[in-house]
Nanobody, 124 residues
Framework: QVQLVESGGGLVQAGGSLRLSCAAS????????MGWFRQGPGKEREFVAA????????DYADSVKGRFTVSRDNAKNTMWLQQNSLKPEDTAVYYC?????????????????WGQGTQVAVSS
């Protein structure tokens, strides 16, 4: 089992920044990738970013490229999402997730463990 805990959400004005954290515990040795997803009001959960746990390769949704940066520290079992130039449409609950597999990291079905989510609200 892997446990994930997100933190760092909050209320920010458009153009501002936030840094989300996701701390992993438990059988972290089995993690192959981690990702961020979000679910806005009345919307389905969508992919935001992912990072390979061993080599640190990254992937982003087109909507956040150039504004968000995903990173991780294997020794601390922690992943971050630096969010810059935030827009009102970024308002959502952000979830971190861990995958034990090796492909398909843009799909929520590829992830085996999920955190409880952290709220990000961006005012215009």
């Amino acid at each position: 089992q892997v446990q994930l805990v997100e933190s760092g959400g909050g209320l920010v004005q458009a153009g501002g920044s936030l840094r989300l954290s996701c701390a992993a515990s438990g059988r972290t040795v089995s993690i192959r990738a981690m990702g961020w997803f979000r679910q806005g009001p009345g919307k389905e959960r969508e992919f935001v970013a992912a990072i390979g746990w061993s080599y640190g390769s990254t992937d982003y949704a087109d909507s956040v490229k150039g504004r968000f940066t995903v990173s991780r520290d294997n020794a601390k079992n922690t992943m971050w999402l630096q969010q810059n130039s935030l827009k009102p449409e970024d308002t959502a609950v952000y979830y971190c997730a861990a995958s034990l597999g090796s492909t398909g990291f843009k799909s929520s079905s590829s992830y085996h463990y999920w955190g409880q989510g952290t709220q990000v609200a961006v005012s215009s």
